[in-house]
């Protein structure tokens, strides 16, 4: 029997992770172990100071105080038992995780942790807006889901999906986009008199560049970005290495680096 391991980083009682394993309960035996609080932005953060609760809230269904990133690491070395799951989906987010905000993203981050420990992964977020439903995103994760099921994915990839809020168009494959600015940190002053800050205040805004998640979101579509996760710039890796800069030369003690 197949077994898909779903989390997320809006919490175990969310709406979307519920529409997810909906979806996908007919291809595989459904795991779902999910923070018990929201924790949306926490990237890939791991928890190291404390230990661990979770709280077994139905067959193959855990909360657990932590992280997506530890649901994921409790769930795979611990919780499924036996070999790793087949497949690592993570989501539905209720937002978008596009261009840059896939490195914020305890969504991606989640799928990342699947990744590194072995597993095909997914990300999945269906943007709010006009039309707005979970049900868009479960029908293309299901879809998806099937696919890696049978073809795989290449190691060390995810694939990040990120579905309109209306009745998609179609599917595009698109790179990472370009956000320009958002409005920046919002200070205020507390009932108390005290200056306080908000982080992440306005509606973030996008360079329209073809090919690029947001731009094809924009339009209507379906926008499925593959993510690698050596994030080593290889063009700029070659160029160093051609051009050979002073400081290779001149490392302390060091004999000049290949
Ligand atoms: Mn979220």
Redesign the pocket.
Known sequence: MRRILLT???GYS?EGIQALADSLESLAEIWVVAPRT????VSHSLTLDRPLRMERLGERRYAVDGTPTDCVALGIASLLGGPPPDLVVSGI???A?MGVDVHY???VAAAFEGVILGCPALAV?QIRGEGFSFQTAAAVSRRLAEWILESGLPADTLLNVNVPPSTPRGVKLTRLGVRRYTEGIIEQVDPRGKQVFWIGGGEPVWDEIPGTDFHEVAAGYVSVTPLHLDMTDVRFLEELRAAQPAWIATEPGGEPGR
């Open positions: 997320n980083d809006d969310s929201e924790q949306s932005a987010n209720s937002g995780n993203s305890g969504t977020s």
